[in-house]
């Protein structure tokens, strides 16, 4: 049923974008090319042939953004840093200014308007130098991720308090260097994502360390990452078999990361054992899930002070018994669970909408990780239509899904600190280029000066925020009171109805 109330007084209402994603100017001022420039500019990589080089031109529209913002009435705006835009090179070595003083403008621009800047170190947009060295195969990275985040702490961390290192990690090792639809666009699901991940892991925990050791003290921000979930139902909820499944899915998905941070600095023990047996069976000499040291689980264990996650949509999980291929490395096979995604929901959608997905979610949150303060740091649909300004549409899934987090909030007890909805505007969109709009305001990609317009869901999810949830409306509240005293009552019969 629908459930009406309002969060906590000091509760995150905000908007989320990525740098790759809007800022444009892709070589502008000295910036140095990012491995999705690379990959764009590479003809039929991305659908229509779109790229990131202007994108919603945010580069040269801070004041802009900063309106819209302020018009909103967001309580914080979660952005990502260019890493080639500060360190054209990926090195310490290479700092140019103007990304410097970019970032500046955008960060004291939010500070003045009283939003909370929550600054994303990395959101896949790694410098090419560093891919030609190896990219995140390279544990050289830790040291220079280290390098980079050392001089943000130190640059804009007298204003910005709420830092994430990384953005979907996962994503990152499965998608970059499994399946390799992603830049560095390796195709090695067997190996490669998993040695990605240790080191993505190494990075974060060293990066946490420099930040709580040099920067805390005197800046007193707090320092989590973002990871990536879809709710896993049960096929058949009464079958074991499928709940295991369910939750095999979830510890793969969630918990490579998740588990080795706000546990014991180790990967779930499915986890282990499902990758370990599957090694032993192609008879390789140790298991393609790498070890940590006691020291690294001791050093990694506690390296987030929040839980954020991102979160679309739901899939329907079962238990799946495959004959081993030798060298095959499917996903699903991985794990032996069938995924299926296929919920009712309009035809425009690109996530399926299942909105009570989320509360299961931040429950299942809840009880594996000790109810830790969690913040969603991305939650929206994108829409392919070339406009939707009236989007009734997304406005009906922001409704639900935040009506879904309110339930858990109010009726769970799940400590739930912030919402980010994703995202602010229309953008480049990946692999789908600009086609899917997820944006509360419309970037009309067809004009060079991409005026934005807000969209409905924009006046809606302004509405949300300023009633901090969705109370009662009053005219639909149950109302005690008194006719007046000459009121005449009675009861009422028919001859026809009571006559013998």
């Given at each position: 049923m629908y459930f009406y109330g309002t969060f906590p007084e000091d509760f995150m209402w905000g908007v989320s974008t990525s740098a790759y994603q809007i800022e444009g100017?892709?070589?502008?001022?000295?910036?140095?090319?990012?491995?999705?420039?690379?990959?764009?500019?590479?003809?039929?990589?991305?659908?229509?042939?779109?790229?990131?080089?202007?994108?919603?031109?945010?580069?040269?529209?801070?004041?802009?953004d900063l309106y819209l913002l302020r018009a909103l009435g967001v309580k914080n705006y979660r952005f990502s840093l260019s890493w080639p835009r500060i360190f054209p090179n990926g090195r310490n070595n290479s700092i140019n200014?103007?990304?410097?003083?970019?970032?500046?403008?955008?960060?004291?621009?939010?500070?003045?308007?009283?939003?909370?800047?929550?600054?994303?170190?990395?959101?896949?947009d790694l410098p090419q130098a560093l891919q030609d060295i190896g990219g995140w195969e390279n544990s050289t990275l830790i040291e220079l991720f280290d390098s980079f985040a050392d001089f943000c702490f130190q640059t804009f961390g007298d204003r910005v308090k709420f830092w994430l290192t990384f953005n979907e990690p996962h994503v990152v090792a499965w998608v970059g260097y499994g399946i390799g639809i992603f830049p560095p666009n390796v195709n090695d699901p067997g190996d490669a994502p998993y040695r990605v991940a240790h080191t993505l892991l190494?990075?974060?925990?060293?990066?946490?360390?420099?930040?709580?050791?040099?920067?805390?003290?005197?800046?007193?921000?707090?320092?989590?990452?973002?990871?990536?979930?879809?709710?896993?139902?049960?096929?058949?909820?009464?079958?074991?078999?499928?709940?295991?499944?369910?939750?095999?899915?979830?510890?793969?998905?969630?918990?490579?990361?998740?588990?080795?941070?706000?546990?014991?600095?180790d990967y779930p023990d499915v986890m282990k054992w499902t990758v370990g047996n599957r090694s032993e069976l192609q008879n390789l000499p140790s298991s393609r899930l790498p070890v940590f040291t006691a020291e690294e689980r001791e050093y990694i264990r506690g390296t987030a002070d929040v839980f954020c996650f991102n979160t679309?949509?739901?899939?329907i999980v079962t238990h799946t018994t495959t004959r081993l291929r030798p060298f095959s490395y499917e996903y699903d096979q991985e794990?032996?669970?069938?995924?299926?995604?296929?919920?009712?929901?309009?035809?425009?959608?690109?996530?399926?909408?299942?909105?009570?997905?989320?509360?299961?979610?931040?429950?299942?949150?809840?009880?594996?990780?000790?109810?830790?303060?969690?913040?969603?740091?991305?939650?929206?649909?994108?829409?392919?239509?070339?406009?939707?300004?009236?989007?009734?549409?997304?406005?009906?899934?922001?409704?639900?899904?935040?009506?879904?987090?309110?339930?858990?909030?109010?009726?769970?007890?799940?400590?739930?600190?912030g919402y980010v909805a994703w995202s602010f505007m229309d953008d480049f969109e990946w692999l789908s280029g600009y086609d899917p709009r997820f944006g509360l305001h419309q970037v009309d990609f067809d004009n060079p000066n991409r005026p934005r317009t807000p969209k409905r869901s924009a006046v809606y999810y302004s509405e949300i925020i300023r009633n901090n949830g969705i109370p009662l409306p009053r005219d639909d509240g149950f109302l005690y009171g008194e006719f007046p005293k000459n009121f005449f009552w009675s009861v009422a019969t028919a001859a026809y109805q009571v006559r013998n």
């Open positions: 100017g892709w070589d502008a001022d000295g910036k140095g090319p990012s491995i999705w420039d690379t990959f764009t500019h590479v003809p039929g990589n991305i659908n229509n042939n779109d790229t990131g080089d202007i994108a919603c031109d945010s580069y040269n529209k801070v004041e802009e200014s103007h990304g410097v003083d970019y970032y500046n403008r955008l960060i004291n621009g939010l500070v003045a308007r009283n939003i909370t800047p929550m600054v994303t170190l990395y959101h896949w190494k990075a974060h925990a060293r990066v946490y360390h420099t930040y709580d050791r040099k920067y805390r003290p005197s800046q007193g921000g707090i320092i989590s990452l973002s990871l990536n979930v879809d709710w896993a139902e049960p096929k058949t909820p009464s079958d074991p078999r499928d709940i295991e499944a369910a939750d095999r899915y979830m510890q793969f998905l969630l918990g490579w990361f998740a588990h080795p941070i706000f546990k014991n600095g679309y949509t739901s899939k794990i032996s669970v069938t995924v299926d995604s296929s919920w009712p929901s309009s035809a425009l959608a690109e996530h399926r909408a299942v909105a009570w997905g989320m509360r299961r979610l931040l429950n299942w949150i809840k009880e594996e990780y000790e109810n830790p303060p969690i913040y969603i740091t991305e939650n929206g649909v994108g829409i392919k239509t070339k406009s939707d300004v009236d989007d009734n549409a997304r406005i009906f899934y922001y409704k639900t899904y935040i009506d879904e987090a309110l339930k858990a909030y109010k009726l769970d007890g799940v400590n739930l600190r």
